[in-house]
Nanobody, 122 residues
Framework: VQLVESGGGWVQPGGSLRLSCAAS????????IGWFRQAPENKREGVSC???????YYVDSVKGRFTVSRDNAENTVFLHMYNLNANDTAVYYC?????????????????WGQGTQVTVSS
């Protein structure tokens, strides 16, 4: 059971990135998939989530700028990030939870990937 994040990188303020969370060893469409981020010296925080039923959730700081989607045929979940700013700089992780997103508390998610770095700077 493994999750692998990709798609991070460096982008200027106002730019966009698409992160991918690919699963191997299990089928993602049975789970809710959460996206989290952790900046240096900060706690890991929930960013977005898509439930098994397709309901989506976003933390207030990314609403209107981030979009989460899933492609069950590819066994992959995506996080589309637009209008990025310096506060979005962090390592981004994906993780799974049974069926629903709950409160997007990291302690309720498992099978964490290794993360992908997103850096927003000019």
């Amino acid at each position: 059971v493994q999750l692998v994040e990709s798609g991070g990188g460096w982008v200027q303020p106002g730019g966009s990135l698409r992160l991918s969370c690919a699963a191997s060893g299990f089928t993602l469409d049975y789970y809710a998939i959460g996206w989290f981020r952790q900046a240096p010296e900060n706690k890991r925080e929930g960013v977005s989530c898509i439930s098994r039923a397709g309901s989506t959730y976003y933390v207030d700081s990314v609403k209107g700028r981030f979009t989460v989607s899933r492609d069950n045929a590819e066994n992959t979940v995506f996080l589309h990030m637009y209008n990025l700013n310096a506060n979005d700089t962090a390592v981004y992780y994906c993780a799974v939870r049974d069926l629903t997103c709950g409160s997007l508390n990291p302690t309720n998610f498992g099978s964490w990937g290794q993360g992908t770095q997103v850096t927003v700077s000019s």
